[in-house]
Each structure stands twice: as C-alpha cells, then as structure tokens.
C-alpha cells in the first residue's frame, strides 16, 4: 500500500468536506457575480466560435488591409526565417542537438552535430527527427514540445508533441541512433504531464490517469513507476498529493557520480518539496525549505537557491543565495545534516540562473538588471570563484552545459549588440563561436538606463532605447513592453520584431524593471505579490509618467504592451489611466481575476495573486481586476487584444470576455484570435512573423500617423 496514502475513511471525509466546499463557493459565486459572457469561456463551443470569427473578420482588415502590413510581414519574415541566426541547442555527448524552423522546416527539424562541426561557420547537420514530415505522416497538426535522454549514450529519449501548440502534450520514446519511434515503447496518452527516466526499461509518470487524478490546477496528482512493456493501469503508484495543490512533477538528472531519479511536490507556485528517489522505490526528502528553488545536483550535492532567510542551529542563510546539502548524507540520516554557503548575492545582485559542468557551478547574476558570470570550483573543500570574463551592459544566458564535460556555451548580448556565442573549457578558455550579423542599422540608436520614483517611493530602473537626436517635445513614439510578475526578469537582450520594426521607422522603446520581476532577487518579486499588487502598477505608471515628463514622448505617442501576466498589467493601465495612453496592446491576458482560478492552471497562480473566493483576498484583488473595473463612463484607447485557442494555460475567456463586455459599452476595441499556438499565441514562425506585423500595423496607426 501507498504509505503517502490517506486512511480511507479520513479520504473519504475530506472528499465530502470538500465537495460540499465546492459546491457552496459555485453557488456564492454564481449568485455575487452576474456575467452574461460566461459562454464565452466554452473553448471550442460553436456558438464562442462563431463569435470568434465574426470579431477577426473584424479587427483583422483594420490591420491587413493598411499598406505598410505586408511590408511589415514580409521584413518580420525574413528576420525569424534568416538563415543567419544562430542555431542554439544542448550538448548531449559529443553532440549539440538544435531544433531548427525556417521557411522550409515550417513545424521544425531536430537535428544535431558534432562538437567539433559545430563550432565551424558550416557545422555538418544530421537530421534526427522532422516534424514536418510526422505531422504529415500522421496527419496531427504536431508542435514539438521538447525531449529528455537518458545520459551518457543519449539514445532512448521521450519525445513531446503537442496537438497546436498547447501545454498538453503526448509523450513517446524514440531512439536518437535508428532515428525512429521504439516499437512498443513507453508511449503516454496526452496531458500536462511529466516523465523521467529511471533507467532504460523503467520510467516515473504523472499524467492524467483518469476521474481524481488531476489537481484544480490541471497537474498530475500521482507519480507513478512504469516498466517497459507494462500498462500504465498496472503501473505502481508511488506519490501522491492533494487536488488543491498545484501539481507533482517527475525528473531526472544525470551525472558522472551517477543517476539521479527526483519527484517535486509542488503545493503552490514557487514552494516545492523535493524528493529523491532510491534504490528499492525508497523517498528520501530533500530538507531544503518549501519556499527555496532546487537547481540541481553537483559531485553529490543538493544545490538550491533560498527565496526567505534559512535559519538552522543559530546560523541564518541569506534569502537569494546559493546553498548546498550533501545528498549522501540526507539519504542515511534523514537529517540536513552541514550546509554548504556557495554564493551570496549583494543587495544590487541576483541570481538569474544556475548551471552544472563536470567539475564547475556557473551562476549568472544580475547586477543593477545587467548581466555577470560566476564559475566555481571546489578544492580541497573550499569554494573558489572566477568571473568569466566577458562584455558588460547586456544579458548573459548558459545556453547549454555538459555535467560529463567542461564544454560550456554562454550568449552575450544586448539591446543593440547581436548575440554572440561562447565556448568555455575546464581550463577557463574563452571563444566565440557564433555571431549574430546585425539585423539592421543601429548606428543612430542608443541604450540608457534611467530611474523613476514609485508613488511609495521605491526606485525603479527602467532601459531607453532611442534615437540619439531625438527633440525631447513628446513627439517620440515610444513603446513601453511590461511584465512584473513570477520573478521573471527583463533584461537587455537583443532586440527582435517588433522592436526592430519599430526602432527602424523612428519609434522608441523602454523596458522597465518593475517590482513582480526577478531583477533583484526574491524581495523585488515578494513587494508586488498578493495585497502588494498595486505597486508593480504604480512602478510601471511611474516609468510611463517619467518618459512623458522628460519630454521623450507624450501620452498620444505612448503605447504599451504585455502578455500574460503582463497582459493583466495592460488591463489595469488602461483600467487605472487610461488618460496617459494612446496604444494598448494586451496579449493572452489575464483580465477575469474573479473566475481565473477556476479556468484552466489558473489556481496555481494563486500564490501571486490570492484567492479570490476567500473575501480578504477578494477586497485586493477586486481593486485592480480589469473586468471587473472597465466603465461605460470612461474613455479608453482603442485596445488591440489577441489571444489563441489552443492556449491551455490561460484561458481565452479572459480576452473575449473584456471584449465582449467592452463592445456592449460602447467602446472601439480590436481582437485576434490564432486558432493553434498555446500559450506562445503562435505555433511556428510565419504564424509569429503575421503577429508581429498585426502589432506594428496597430502601433504605427495609433502613435506614427
């Protein structure tokens, strides 16, 4: 029996209390919230449907039919389609693995070369797995979603492809050496799911396995052992956790001390309870704290990053740092056991990503929002520290490592310098490989970093890119991209289309650090989380009030832009001041915060939000929700919304529900809706480069002419 088990009778007790707990907040719910567009959260619903259509037969020749799309489409083409990018991948012994598009490979190509290849102008390509032609094969409108393989040889690997682009995917073995799918291998049916390798004939699941066994936020409750040849109904269960948590997550990594199989516990975002599983089906628990950030393992030892200060025997480990526990250790003891201090930020740093090599830990830091490299190396039981020598004032990404080599590839790049790739070696070698030509003439363009003060008083960075001469009236189209939330951080990365479409025709364009991000480690994330919401609103007012105040732009030339989560920032500008803006663009957004825990993974975002069932939460949240704030009564730009129908992870109700409820009020509004894509809004690049000439259409109207 599952010793994670409830009893049954307690189960079935908590079953009961929870149902009727369900049921009780439906009917509250259905009673305080009268929506008349609730049918419109029917995905694929004919009558949603129909409606779907009519608003892009709509919006769409508003767009299309202005002289300057096709010119537009045709440049954002011919950027992401460029032979000249740099094709990007992860070593996997003495391979790089890189997944192509092009005007050719339209759904992709998987292909690898050598090491030694690769680092040349022409790396010899070896095809190992078309999408094109599967999905043609199979007549499934496939998207590749990504592989693991099991490590050292890297032949038996589990493939993911996902009908349209959405989060769900199934997964399907397939052999890298006879370039086809395993006859009879571990094939798992579609579904948010995870699967790792345990060894070449046992996998762990978590899936949908059918009534129960999914959380409120669409993840697998169960993790389950399967062997090769066994079905999955008989597959042993080895985890499993309540519905109202987030989700329970199977991986697994490989290194030269050994294999490591590893289940996390996910009860809500950014809290997770790694376990480790042994020989024998044996758990072990990893004793970091909920809240902390499991990176990876390293010459047998736990490495996490700390979100809250970690207090153990009297020594207090700083929230943002790097530690590390002995895993050998936690194993025969169940104890933390000594605690390893590897990197502790400054208060103007953060740690933007950690990553492995045979002997070296790399962190990439941020500092003041631009990127540094760390390596480290242990000798003789003390941490030694290296920075890697490589430009200033831009972005630092590992793309790939190689924890049974010392082969590293680092991008450097920034708003106007190309991306530019580097090999590094054991030794501390450093050679660029690739280069990234410039994309277009940026020769009259600069980049400044500038502050702004918050309405508490906070400083907020915030990136300028502009034309050097520009007059300071507010005549410049400015562009302003936003996103404040999930510790993710906006940093100085090569522009792309739009940007570059923009930039060209004389618009500006800023990128502000507002707190939600990660730029300055956990606190920047913690001040705009739950009842604190409102200041990366603020901050991001601040930034826009700032750009009109210095005379960059003014607000008939200021646009915004942002998805996701940054589309629900675009609702609350255009809900909270709408006065300071002439373009708004809201992509994939959430906009409903009263049902968005109820639609799709919404309840998983719970931990940055709240909850707005519970009614503390709901006096916050209901201060700054955008569909429940827009007015009849106000006057608002004429907002360009999009959205996909294949996104699984927010819902497009939230989309065309606003624009529903907006168009009943009277007010002017553009919508799109990609009918694939998922969550990205696209599912390859011509349906991006069509996207991304819709947006610059709709900016060059509002703020050029």
Known sequence: MNKFKLPIIIALILISISLFIKNRDMTENNMEQDDPYLWLEEVEGEAALKWVDEQNARSLPVLENDPRFKELEAEAAAILNSENRIPLGRIKGNYLYNFWQDETNVRGLLRRATLESYATDEPMWESVLDIDALAEAEDENWVYK??????????????????????????????????????????????????????????????????????????????????????????????????????????????????????????????????????????????????ADYKSMFNGVALAQLRTNWVVDGTTYAAGSLVGINLAHVLATGEVGTIEKIFTPTDNQSIEGVSTSKDKIYVNLLENVTGKL??????????????????????????????????????YESFLVPDQLYQIEGDGSLAVIKSLPEEFDASNLITEQKWATSADGTEIP???????????????????????????????????????LWLKRGGAYVIPNIRGGGEFGPKWHQAALLDKR????????????????????????????????????????????????????????????????????????????????????????????????????????????????????VHPGHARKMVAKMTEMGHSVLYYENTEGGHAGTANLNQLAYSRALQVTYLMQKLMD
């Open 146 to 291: 990504g592989s693991d393989c099991l490590a050292p040889d890297n032949e038996l690997c589990l493939v993911r492809l996902s009908r349209g682009g959405g989060d769900a995917v199934v997964t399907r073995e397939y052999n890298s050496k006879t370039k086809s799918f395993v006859a009879g291998g571990f094939a798992l049916s579609e579904g948010k799911q995870s699967a790792a390798w345990v060894d070449a004939n046992t996998i762990m699941v978590g899936n949908d396995f059918g009534e129960g066994s999914m959380t409120t936020s669409g993840y697998a409750r169960t993790v389950r052992i399967l062997k090769r040849g066994q079905d999955i109904a008989d597959a042993e269960e080895i985890f499993e956790i309540d519905a109202e948590d987030m989700g329970l997550f199977a991986f697994s990594e490989d290194r030269p001390e050994g294999h490591y199989s590893m289940i996390v516990h996910v009860p809500r975002f950014f809290t997770g309870n790694i376990w480790h599983l042994g020989d024998e089906g044996k758990l072990t628990h990893l004793p970091f704290p909920e809240d």
């Open 462 to 500: 915030y990136f300028v890119v502009r034309d050097k001469d520009i007059a300071f009236d507010g005549s410049t189209p400015t562009l302003v991209f936003g996103y404040g939330g999930f510790e993710i951080s906006l940093t100085p990365e090569y522009v792309e289309p739009p940007e570059i």
């Open 534 to 649: 409102q200041n990366a609103f603020d901050d991001f007012i601040a930034v826009s009030e700032a750009l009109i105040s210095t005379g960059v732009t003014s607000p008939a030339k200021l646009g915004i832009w942002g998805r996701s989560n940054g589309g629900l920032l675009m609702g609350a500008m255009f809900t909270q001041r709408p006065e300071l803006f002439g373009a708004i663009m809201t992509g994939v957004p959430l906009l409903d915060m009263k049902r968005y825990n109820k639609l799709l993974a919404g309840a998983s975002w719970m931990a940055e939000y709240g909850n707005p069932d519970i009614a503390e939460h709901w006096e916050f949240i209901k201060e700054y929700s955008p569909y429940q704030n827009v007015r009849a009564d106000v006057s608002y730009p004429e907002i360009y919304f999009y959205t996909s129908t294949k996104d699984d992870r």
């Open 374 to 411: 760390i390596a480290l190396s242990q000798h003789e039981n003390m941490w030694h520290r290296n920075a890697v020598a490589l430009p200033e004032n831009g972005s630092i990404s590992v793309i790939t490592s190689d924890d049974f080599s010392n082969t590293t590839m680092v991008k």
